[in-house]
């Protein structure tokens, strides 16, 4: 199966868990909501904002934009999330967009950012004080293109080039999500 095939299926898969239990619903989960984010990481654009629509209960569909090391991010996206009666909240997350990116200073030709999907879990903190505000905070796994790859080798192997550092293969997020 190939790349995209598998972000399909495994979003479709986060789409249809279901719950044999009744928890409480925090408003940032409720069907028709919508929040604008700001933050960093892969949801945000790397460094940026996101806006998001539940469109169904614990269902989320979203989309992100912003600074990429070598250009313009951006990725869309659902977030799967788990009611709880706590202020936190469970979620697994599946998105397709920029996923990684090369900049080296001084060798311009290799600035570039990729695309791909990418796959994650983290938790939500809702607001005490402003119901459907919360925090974002988690990891994300992108999978990453072979273009990607073998242009990661190409300057990590050139001579000129004494300080690179690859790419994370795990990436953090850390956002602020508001109610609309």
């Not at 979003?11 to 940032?28: P, R, V």
């Not at 988690?138 to 004494?162: C, M, W, Y």
């Amino acid at each position: 199966m190939n790349k995209i095939g598998l972000f399909i299926a495994v979003c479709t898969y986060l789409a249809t868990i279901q719950h044999g239990f009744t928890q409480d619903q925090h408003l940032s989960s409720a069907k028709g909501e919508t929040t604008l984010g700001l933050g960093i990481g892969l949801p945000y654009g790397a460094l940026g904002a996101r806006l998001g629509v539940n469109i169904m209960d614990e269902l989320n569909l979203f989309g992100g934009v912003g600074y990429q090391i070598s250009g313009v991010g951006y990725n869309v996206g659902i977030l799967k999330d788990f009611p709880s009666s706590r202020q936190t909240q469970f979620y697994l997350t599946g998105m397709y967009g920029t996923n990684a990116a090369i900049k080296v200073d001084g060798a311009s030709e290799y600035d570039k950012v990729y695309t791909g999907a990418t796959f994650g879990a983290g938790i939500k903190v809702n607001s005490r004080k402003t119901e459907g505000n919360y925090w974002d905070f988690g990891l994300l796994a992108p999978l990453r293109s072979s273009e990607f790859k073998d242009d990661e080798d190409t300057v990590k192997n050139d001579p000129r080039i004494s300080d690179f550092t690859g790419a994370s293969p795990v990436l953090i997020v850390v956002g602020y999500n508001f109610n609309l």
